[in-house]
Nanobody
Framework: QVRLMESGGGSVQAGGSLKLSCAASGAVFCRMAWYRQAPGKERELVSSISSGGTTSYADSVKGRFTVSQDNAKNTLYLQMNSLKTEDTAVYYC????????????????????WGQGTQVTVSS
């Protein structure tokens, strides 16, 4: 059974820090990612990391957020520093499994598994 469980959300003052964790079980993923959704806004990709360690970040969080993973523990992390009120959102852990068709391999960009979300609130 595939499960993704986020933790580490909370309320902080602008300029503060939080570290989110996502514990995964039931599968091995080729890519894991953090998404967020603020009230009245579309869900957006915040950061991702491949099983090989390649990372990506939304422009709005570059230089402030750091994504990492512990492959042995199948756990994803998001260190969030210098938080802004604009970072307020529900943060979701998401993951993709490797897709194979014959000799072709790919890791889908669209996640197949999602966590329940954890609230991050940044106040001024």
């Amino acid at each position: 059974q595939v499960r993704l469980m986020e933790s580490g959300g909370g309320s902080v003052q602008a300029g503060g820090s939080l570290k989110l964790s996502c514990a995964a079980s039931g599968a091995v993923f080729c890519r894991m990612a953090w998404y967020r959704q603020a009230p009245g806004k579309e869900r957006e990709l915040v950061s991702s990391i491949s099983s090989g360690g390649t990372t990506s970040y939304a422009d709005s969080v570059k230089g402030r957020f750091t994504v990492s993973q512990d492959n042995a523990k199948n756990t994803l992390y998001l260190q969030m520093n210098s938080l802004k009120t604009e970072d307020t959102a529900v943060y979701y852990c998401a993951a993709s499994r490797l897709s194979r068709l014959g000799d072709t391999f790919r890791c889908p960009g669209d996640p197949e598994s999602w966590g329940q979300g954890t609230q991050v609130t940044v106040s001024s």
